[in-house]
């Protein structure tokens, strides 16, 4: 067989084809996208080369093969299933012929990331594969499927996530800053927020202190992600992906570009706080990252594997084979 | 001149800065922000992604492990005098017909003037792409006669159809798409505001300049067959 497919099995909204985000028309009120979480989108592209990966949400993600297929799966606190096999990502395997890959989000994390070998998304638009979930820009037909290129099957492997989720977001100076008083800034980095469940693709909405500035109401200008803008309400919304590129509310910060995941995978209701960075430990941090990134390493077992011991004979192991003995 | 007097730098994270003229709509501001978007673009250095036109702004995007803010402002070379040459004027044949413009005669009567006077500055107005946002093609102009400004109505009404214009808290909006909206729908254009497939996906760029030509229904229905009617002001 030369060819393979594979297809999502009952597509829900959260379901989406990212690739790093369209660039060029911003200008023209065409919105960025792009994966929520660059670090584990790229990680994926890492570990199975594709022109764009399926960016998996709160729901899950059932993705059938025809023919044998290798994909990457990433993303915190995701488990995925093949057969009797259970897996946590990041991991390199393959989908047999005929078979279904669960992907199931668990107690942590939002987004979860797949590319497939040889994946054919089809034409891009405006030189982009990503989908624009608000306005529906770019999307595919993700039950009719994908050709892809049919490999042989192999053990899965598994690697280390380079990324921790946990601990304050850096932020960076927004052109509003200087709406904010000084007291203000500091108590936005000083006191807790919580994510609200108004979160999308496009933004995050925070709830906690109530961030004041001069005055609530500008004359748009552009949006960069990360963005975190403040309408009258004093409660912040971060501009995420699919953000329109222009909006009215003054801008506070931007979030660093290597603590923009530590934020998009936290859930609705976890709590969240700031602090500022300088433009030089962003760049540290975001060099960092794609260092990481870019030498994936193998996982290895930390923790203890009942199933594992269950079939080592172990007086054998302690002793040693009959042969070894003399 | 050099491009920045007068302008304010401001932060946008690591890898984006604003170019700012000033914080409110001014035609004048819209014009050299159209010049400075055209500049930017042609001289900018490898690592430049886009910049971003706004009302009074440029947002300038890059790649921080090419580029930087200081290389790419170093790039920009003298202001032109003639900058403003970089944008076109155009006259858009437009209906304000009733039957299309649906929120006109209630928006007459709130601002106390008689529909044909509203129509009258409608057509009157000198307008200007100030920026693209919310969807793509969806076009801000300032310049409409702020006689005509208005809150948002009490209801927002079902879906307008893809190139009605639309009266917003002091600007007028041209919209590339079919939505529901709470301002006040007062004409239609035959325009596609929005083809990613056409070369330049939209008619104008931000700096732009534009009047409407009353139309009559047929006249508009005519258009949106044969083509929209655009052309440039000689």
Redesign the interface.
């Known amino acids: 067989m030369s060819g393979a497919r594979i297809r999502v099995v009952d597509p829900n909204p959260l379901i989406t084809v990212q690739d790093a985000g369209r660039?060029?028309?911003?200008?023209?009120?065409?919105?960025e996208s792009g994966p929520m979480d660059w670090v584990r989108y790229r990680l994926a592209g890492r570990l199975v080369e594709a022109p764009a990966a399926i960016e998996v949400g709160l729901g899950g993600a059932r993705i059938a093969a025809e023919g044998t297929v290798r994909v990457a799966v990433t993303g915190p606190g995701f488990t995925v299933k093949v057969g009797e096999t259970t897996l946590t990502p990041p991991a390199r395997l393959t989908i047999p012929d005929g078979e279904v890959m669960t992907i199931t989000p668990g107690r942590t994390g939002m987004w979860a990331y797949v590319t497939v070998e040889g994946i054919d998304f089809g034409p891009p638009?405006?030189g982009s594969y990503a989908t624009n979930a608000r306005?529906g820009?770019g999307r595919r037909d993700l039950a009719a499927g994908f050709a892809c290129a049919a490999v042989n099957a192999t053990a899965p492997e598994l690697f280390d996530d380079p990324y921790d989720d946990t601990g304050p977001v850096a932020v960076?100076?927004?052109?509003?800053?200087h709406m904010f008083p000084p007291a203000i800034r500091e108590r936005f980095a000083s006191e807790p927020f919580r994510l609200s469940p108004a979160l999308d693709r496009m933004g995050y909405t925070l709830e906690g202190p109530r961030v004041e500035a001069i005055s609530h109401d500008?004359?748009?200008?552009?949006?960069?992600e990360?963005?975190m803008q403040v309408p009258g309400n004093g409660q912040p919304i971060v501009q995420l992906a699919d953000r329109?590129?222009?909006?009215g509310y003054p801008?506070i910060c931007?979030?660093?570009?290597a603590d923009r995941p530590r934020l998009a995978q936290r859930r609705p209701h976890e709590e969240v706080r700031f602090r500022w960075i300088d433009?030089e430990e962003?760049?540290r941090r975001?060099?960092a990252l794609?260092d990481a990134i870019a030498h994936p390493a193998p996982r290895i077992r930390r923790e203890f594997d009942p199933e594992i011991l269950a079939r080592v004979n172990l007086v054998g192991g302690v002793w040693g084979h009959p042969e070894h003995t003399g | 001149m050099a491009w920045l007097d007068g302008a304010t730098l401001?932060?946008?994270?690591?890898?984006?800065f604003?170019i700012?003229y000033g914080?409110?709509?001014d035609q004048t501001v819209g014009q050299r922000v159209a010049g400075l978007?055209a500049a930017i673009s042609a001289a900018a250095p490898e690592g430049f992604?886009?910049?971003?036109?706004?009302?009074?702004?440029?947002?300038v995007?890059f790649d921080?492990?090419v580029t930087s803010k200081d290389a790419i402002l170093a790039a920009l070379p003298e202001e032109s005098a003639d900058a403003a040459a970089a944008t076109t004027e155009w006259i858009v044949p437009a209906c304000f017909d009733a039957d299309v413009a649906e929120d006109l005669e209630e928006a007459a009567r709130n601002l106390d003037l008689p529909p044909d006077t509203v129509r009258e500055r409608l057509a009157a107005s000198h307008y200007q792409i100030g920026?693209?946002?919310?969807?793509?093609?969806?076009?801000?102009m300032s310049g409409i006669d702020q006689s005509l400004t208005l809150p948002r109505r009490q209801k927002p009404r079902p879906p307008i159809p893809a190139g009605s214009i639309i009266m917003a808290a002091g600007m007028a909006v041209l919209c590339?798409?079919s939505m529901p909206t709470g301002w006040y729908v007062v004409g239609r254009t035959a325009l596609t505001l929005?083809d990613?497939d056409r070369d330049p996906?939209?008619p104008f760029a931000?700096g732009d300049r534009l009047t409407f030509e009353p139309v009559s229904r047929e006249e508009l229905e005519r258009l949106a067959r044969e083509g929209n009617g655009l052309r440039r002001a000689s």
């Open positions: 660039r060029g028309a911003m200008r023209f009120g065409v919105s638009v405006l306005t820009f960076l100076p927004g052109p509003q800053q500008i004359v748009s200008d552009g949006i960069v990360g963005a329109a590129p222009t909006g801008k931007v979030i660093a570009a433009i962003a760049g975001r060099r794609m | 401001r932060p946008s994270g690591e890898a984006a604003v700012e914080e409110e709509i978007y992604v886009e910049a971003v036109p706004t009302f009074r702004s440029l947002l995007l921080p492990d920026m693209y946002g919310f969807a793509p093609g969806y076009a801000y590339s798409v929005f990613p996906m939209v931000v």
